[in-house]
T-cell receptor
Framework: GAGVSQSPSNKVTEKGKDVELRCDPI?????LYWYRQSLGQGLEFLIY????????KSGLPSDRFSAERTGGSVSTLTIQRTQQEDSAVYLC???????????FGPGTRLTVT | AQSVTQPDIHITVSEGASLELRCNYS??????LFWYVQSPGQGLQLLLK??????LVQGIKGFEAEFKRSQSSFNLRKPSVHWSDAAEYFC???????????FGAGTRLAVHP
């Protein structure tokens, strides 16, 4: 079956602009996660959704970052007023439920110039 | 705080040689343990996981890992490496009741013909 998909695969944006990153989880997976992978920080957890609610947002680095999930499916990660330090690969994962193994998408490479 | 240590940043082996990648974790109880592999430009693929039971777990692509509680380790092994195994390998822990993964810094594996 289809895996986790993310779009766009690459995004180049100017400093100060807003960006939206999209994640389509595996059908039927109730849990969805966002991670960030950068050279300096490695792989970091950002946020966890169970259904449409986000019980754990502890990894969001600042209030410029937000995420939502609608219909228990698609999720959007929004970064406002992007900064150069936001340049990274943003990975989305889903699992059947929380505490199950996570399946990762290919990621969105964000470059802020 | 929970943490994962992968002591080897980069490892080079010859094709056909055996491989062991080290992983140590810091956590008050036995967490869920995972190994993921990431090929260039790709997302993360789950190789194997340990939740409980037999401490030697088998994964895909001929990999196995052994959980040693006394050493807080979960080392990944393969008896004979193939050139296609060249990639970056990440150890991760999911604390009991987890809703996120905590990753090690990764080990980049190069394979010489």
């Amino acid at each position: 079956g289809a895996g986790v998909s993310q779009s766009p695969s690459n995004k180049v944006t100017e400093k100060g602009k807003d960006v939206e990153l999209r994640c389509d989880p595996i059908s039927g997976h109730t849990a969805l996660y966002w991670y960030r992978q950068s050279l300096g920080q490695g792989l970091e957890f950002l946020i966890y959704f169970q259904g449409n609610s986000a019980p754990d947002k502890s990894g969001l680095p600042s209030d410029r970052f937000s995420a939502e999930r609608t219909g228990g499916s698609v999720s959007t990660l929004t970064i406002q007023r992007t900064q150069q330090e936001d340049s990274a690969v943003y990975l989305c994962a889903s699992s059947l439920q929380g505490m199950d193994e996570q399946y990762f998408g290919p990621g969105t490479r964000l470059t802020v110039t | 705080a929970q943490s994962v240590t992968q002591p080897d940043i980069h490892i080079t082996v010859s094709e056909g040689a055996s491989l062991e990648l080290r992983c140590n974790y810091s956590y008050g109880a036995t967490p869920y343990l995972f190994w993921y592999v990431q090929s260039p430009g790709q997302g993360l693929q789950l190789l194997l996981k340990y939740f409980s039971g037999d401490t030697l777990v088998q994964g895909i692509k001929g990999f196995e890992a052994e959980f040693k509680r006394s050493q807080s380790s979960f080392n990944l092994r393969k008896p004979s490496v193939h050139w296609s195994d060249a990639a970056e390998y990440f150890c991760a822990v999911g604390p009991y009741g987890y809703n996120k993964l905590i990753f090690g810094a990764g080990t980049r594996l190069a394979v010489h013909p």
